[in-house]
Antibody, heavy 125, light 112 residues
Framework: QIQLVQSGPEVKKPGASVKVSCKAS????????IHWVRHSPGQGFEWIGI????????NYAQKFKDRVTLTRDTSTSTVYMEISSLLHEDTAVYYC??????????????????WGQGTLVTVAS | QSVLTQPPSVSGAPGESVTISCAGS?????????VQWYQQLPGTAPKLLIY???HRPSGVPDRFSASKSGTSASLAISGLQAEDEADYFC????????????FGTGTKVTVL
């Protein structure tokens, strides 16, 4: 079955970096993009960015483009999200989610068909 | 902050129907971008319920249905069951360059 399994919770100090992993299984890893999304009580859900495992190209939300880096390791079917210069406001549950696409009108839309279990990142001094 | 607005909570007795609204704007739902709905049971990963406004993935009961009109969308749950008690959120895409994918504020469904 299709699964996205994320790494465990992290506690970091402001200004530090954190790297969260997302290991995919049950499908051809390079065939579908992976998104990263976070959820916090104050901000709700926010989309962070997307990675194409086939080639490694990425696209980031403007808010995160200077502090987030997405990478992947095709040998282990794992995508990584690293956030630098952590702020207290980065405290959130971070999710990876697989991208799926469908024909919609004259074009295509994409959505998140499978999600990881979430990784709590706490930023505290 | 979440761009799409949902009621914080709705409730219903077993067997009843409830509807959850999702209000957007001309740059997301109203821009002919599809709307998706997700269910999140306590302590679990979100699960896709509806994609492209009205389509159910295989395995999702037909008690769940959705629609879209103008800048709003709605999710209906009929024949409410205890296992439907969860958080539900909508999602779309915003054509404003800096935002990308956008989400609803989330609605807690309580089965009385």
């Amino acid at each position: 079955q299709i699964q996205l399994v994320q790494s465990g919770p992290e506690v970091k100090k402001p200004g530090a970096s954190v790297k969260v992993s997302c290991k995919a299984s049950g499908y051809n890893f390079i065939s579908q993009y992976i998104h990263w999304v976070r959820h916090s009580p104050g901000q709700g859900f926010e989309w962070i960015g997307i990675m194409n495992p086939d080639g490694g190209s990425t696209n980031y939300a403007q808010k995160f483009k200077d502090r987030v880096t997405l990478t992947r390791d095709t040998s282990t079917s794992t995508v990584y999200m690293e956030i630098s210069s952590l702020l207290h406001e980065d405290t959130a549950v971070y999710y990876c989610a697989r991208d799926s696409r469908t024909i919609y009108g004259a074009g295509m839309i994409d959505y998140f068909d499978y999600w990881g279990q979430g990784t709590l990142v706490t930023v505290a001094s | 902050q979440s761009v799409l607005t949902q009621p914080p909570s709705v409730s219903g007795a077993p067997g009843e129907s409830v509807t959850i609204s999702c209000a957007g704007s001309s740059s997301n739902i109203g821009a002919a971008n599809g709307v998706q709905w997700y269910q999140q049971l306590p302590g679990t990963a979100p699960k896709l319920l509806i994609y492209a406004n009205t389509h159910r993935p295989s395995g999702v009961p037909d008690r769940f249905s959705a629609s879209k009109s103008g800048t709003s969308a709605s999710l209906a749950i009929s024949g409410l069951q205890a296992e439907d008690e969860a958080d539900y959120f909508c999602q779309s895409y915003d054509t404003v360059d800096t935002i990308g994918y956008v989400f609803g504020t989330g609605t807690k469904v309580t089965v009385l």
